[in-house]
């Protein structure tokens, strides 16, 4: 006998929420670097890591939906499949970066 549940399960969210399909959202996994804790690396959920390093390097830190992750995070997952960033930036950097800026 077949169970009723098992052809249900089968079918997408959307069709057994009331038969309304809608563009599924993104969520993004945060991971910090286990040797360099101030680098963080965000990939979509169903993302795959980068070439130049393998998820050994990283610690999951949390997921989050689109409405919670920064536009430009998201804009740069979707550019290149990642988004590579440090914390605990100095105004040193700052001043560098916008030394480099200011002579393009």
Request: proline residues 6%; aromatic residues 10%; positive net charge.
């Amino acid at each position: 006998m077949t169970d009723p549940r098992a052809a249900s399960r089968a079918q997408p969210a959307a069709a057994r929420a009331g038969g309304a399909y809608s563009v599924a959202r993104v969520r993004y996994s945060f991971f910090v670097h286990r040797t360099a804790p101030r680098w963080r690396l965000v990939i979509a959920e169903s993302g795959s890591f980068p070439e130049r390093t393998t998820p050994d390097q990283w610690r999951h830190s949390r997921d989050r939906d689109e409405a919670d992750t920064n536009p430009d995070v998201q804009d740069e997952v979707r550019r290149v499949g990642y988004c590579l960033f440090a914390i605990r930036a100095s105004f040193d950097e700052l001043d560098r970066d916008l030394r480099s800026a200011n002579r393009g």
